[in-house]
T-cell receptor, first 112, second 115 residues
Framework: EDQVTQSPEALRLQEGESSSLNCSYT??????LFWYRQDPGKGPEFLFT???AGEEKEKERLKATLTKKESFLHITAPKPEDSATYLC?????????????FGTGTKLQVIP | GAGVSQSPRYKVAKRGQDVALRCDPI?????LFWYQQALGQGPEFLTY????????KSGLPSDRFFAERPEGSVSTLKIQRTQQEDSAVYLC?????????????FGQGTRLTVV
């Protein structure tokens, strides 16, 4: 069964203090690994999809990387508006099934 | 343009009552997903439609849960004989592609509380 584990559960950073969020995964064959941002009371907002080990994608202060076992979301010089829960999800090659498995998220708080 | 719209935003149901949750995806989007999100947890996959075809319903937790998308646009998630454990936020997401390993756009969700 596909599994996604995110760490830490919560992270508190000072504005400008760079850090990384971790997503460890186990799938039978990776079709895609996704990062989403979720603000309270809202649906997840898409950030990135990564498809193969070694791939990297960047958007503003965020950079996502992927290995065969884990993905990192690096946040450079975060601002208070980056405060949110960051969700990692995977989709596996699994005989026609379209299931996307999410982790429980990392709740990030950036203090001014 | 408009995003994914879900209604109602909040629903309180008495245990045993049937409920229907509506999702209006972005116009022209082929793929549509339903998820269930419990408090403090990540979304859990329920079911997937490609146009009007329900291609994957492996995540539906019981036969009390039923979803449809008869004309390949609006979708309804129906829960019969609601139980307290059904209390959660129900999220709908749509995508323009048949390839489901791409970006999906989520609605704000319907918060269901069963009392």
């Amino acid at each position: 069964e596909d599994q996604v584990t995110q760490s830490p559960e919560a992270l508190r950073l000072q504005e400008g203090e760079s850090s990384s969020l971790n997503c460890s995964y186990t799938v039978s064959g990776l079709r895609g690994l996704f990062w989403y941002r979720q603000d309270p009371g809202k649906g997840p907002e898409f950030l990135f999809t990564l498809y193969s080990a070694g791939e990297e994608k960047e958007k503003e202060r965020l950079k996502a990387t992927l290995t065969k076992k884990e993905s990192f979301l690096h946040i450079t010089a975060p601002k208070p508006e980056d405060s949110a829960t960051y969700l990692c999800a995977v989709q596996a090659h699994s005989g026609g099934y379209q299931k996307v498995t999410f982790g429980t998220g990392t709740k990030l708080q950036v203090i001014p | 343009g408009a995003g994914v719209s879900q209604s109602p935003r909040y629903k309180v149901a008495k245990r045993g009552q049937d409920v229907a949750l509506r999702c209006d995806p972005i116009s022209g989007h082929v793929s549509l997903f339903w998820y269930q999100q419990a408090l403090g947890q990540g979304p859990e996959f329920l079911t997937y439609f490609q146009n009007e075809a329900q291609l994957d319903k492996s995540g539906l937790p019981s036969d009390r849960f039923f979803a449809e998308r008869p004309e390949g646009s609006v979708s309804t998630l129906k829960i019969q004989r609601t139980q307290q454990e059904d209390s959660a936020v129900y999220l709908c997401a749509s995508s323009p592609s048949e390839q489901t390993n791409t970006e999906a756009f989520f609605g704000q969700g319907t918060r269901l509380t069963v009392v």
